[in-house]
């Protein structure tokens, strides 16, 4: 039996030697007959010296040749023996053949309760007989199924024991102020700190300098120690200091809010004073001989300009009408200037002069549109005056609809 060493076997009677091995003198492994002498070997064994050209180790005929000896095998196998396990404490006899079965070797179910088997749990390599198996994985087990009787989180033993325990929030835990309180939940630890009595608390009178970490039990007691009085006396005479600071900051914002009033105001008068003389747009013009000064706004585009309306190209009954413009110096040109968009209402329809447009920017004398006389679309002008063509009208009252000749223009920002 190739499946089982020498120390396995132990046979119930004496073994026959016509059943041991010549060679070896154990019991016949894989045994086989010799053609010569008719001997049984173990089937390596005689390999073994055909290999080395040795002759029959009983007759020592050079020439034989061995093969399979069934009958022998059969009459092995019917042999009786104990189980392997009989020194563990197995009862167990039988024929040899049965013996494999009876072990059923490195299964975890099997016959003989004496034999050796790994436990059911893949990461625990422990070996056991298979009378005390059950109990090592249903009590012993490192991997076994394990909840934790607290929180009723499942895992293995070793798992829910070894780390689960460190941080499960029902786990129960004492104080470590060691106060009266035990066994109770890791979760609700903090809100006992809380409130413990063992717990070291800052004094009332920390604000004020204390130090000292009295127990909460004690706070009473030490709120009541004199030494107290020396600090707050300390304390008292610092907030007065800071409240005496606090004062003259305040005083010192109260008079630069005062001088920042003061400055303004000033402003202002000097804002008033700064009035133009002259009209500022929206002007109307009227068809005189006098030009009409007036700027066109207070401030970035504010400036300087005149305007005079102006007849030509006279016929029999219409003339022409030209809106003259031209710029001056002045107290409020401060960038360049920009011509208004102008507007011309005659009292019926607002005709759009002139887009918006910067201008041909030029100062030019105070009456230099006062000097001109009638002008037309040939008219030579002084660089720098603007003519505008507002259109041609009726030079007296026309039954024909064609407008009045007195046009009075108005100059104004287009809104
Ligand atoms: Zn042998
Ligand atoms: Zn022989
Ligand atoms: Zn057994
Ligand atoms: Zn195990
Ligand atoms: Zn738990
Ligand atoms: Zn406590
Ligand atoms: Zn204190
Ligand atoms: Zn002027």
Not at 131 to 155: A, I, M, T, V
Not at 169 to 190: A, D, E, F, H, I
Not at 274 to 302: C, M, Q, S, W
Not at 346 to 375: Q, R, T, W
Request: neutral net charge; contains cysteine; glycine residues 6%.
């Amino acid at each position: 039996m190739a499946q089982f060493s020498k120390e396995e076997l132990s046979f119930v009677e004496e073994l026959p030697n016509d059943l041991k091995c010549p060679v070896c003198l154990n019991i016949l492994t894989d045994p086989h007959l010799v053609s010569c002498c008719g001997h049984n070997f173990c089937g390596s064994c005689i390999e073994r010296v055909k290999a080395s050209n040795g002759s029959c180790p009983m007759c020592k005929e050079e020439e034989y040749q061995s093969f399979v000896d069934k009958k022998c095998l059969r009459i092995i196998n019917g042999l009786e023996v104990y189980c392997s396990n009989k020194e563990k404490g197995c009862q167990w006899k039988g024929e040899l053949k049965n013996m494999s079965t009876h072990l059923n070797k490195e299964k975890r179910e099997g016959e003989c309760q004496y034999e050796e088997a790994k436990c059911r749990y893949e990461k625990c390599q422990e070996r056991k007989q298979r009378r005390y198996l059950k109990d090592h994985e249903d009590k012993e087990c490192p991997q076994r199924l394990f909840q934790c009787q607290y929180c009723g989180e499942e895992g293995t033993f070793l798992s829910i024991t070894k780390d689960h325990y460190e941080e499960c929030r029902q786990y129960p835990v004492t104080c470590p102020n060691k106060c009266s309180s035990t066994n109770m939940p890791r979760g609700s630890l903090t809100a006992h700190i809380n409130e413990c009595p063992l717990e070291p608390v800052d004094c009332v009178f920390s604000w004020a300098g204390c130090n000292d970490k009295p127990l909460r039990k004690d706070v009473h007691v030490h709120t009541a120690d004199t030494k107290h009085m020396t600090l707050l006396a300390v304390a008292c005479g610092q907030l007065k200091k800071e409240n005496e600071e606090m004062k003259k900051e305040n005083e010192e914002m109260k008079k630069e809010i005062r001088e920042n009033n003061d400055k303004i105001k000033k402003e202002m008068r000097q804002i008033r004073y700064a009035i133009p003389d002259y009209p500022l747009l929206p002007i109307k013009i009227a068809r005189k001989n006098e030009p009409v000064h007036f700027y066109t706004g207070v401030g970035e585009h504010g400036v300087h300009m005149s305007a005079i309306v102006k007849g030509g190209n006279k016929k029999f009954t219409t003339e022409d009408v030209f809106l003259l413009l031209a710029f001056h110096e002045g107290k409020f040109e401060k960038y360049e200037p920009k011509i208004p968009k102008i507007i011309a209402d005659d009292g019926f329809a607002k005709i759009p002069l002139m887009e918006d447009v910067k201008a041909p920017y030029k100062y030019l004398p105070h009456d230099i549109l006062k000097n001109i006389s009638d002008c037309d679309d040939n008219t030579d002008l002084e660089e720098g005056v603007i003519k505008i063509k507002v259109g041609t009208f009726s030079r007296g009252p026309n039954p024909a609809g064609i407008r009045f000749q007195r046009v009075t223009i108005k100059i104004s920002f287009e809104l």
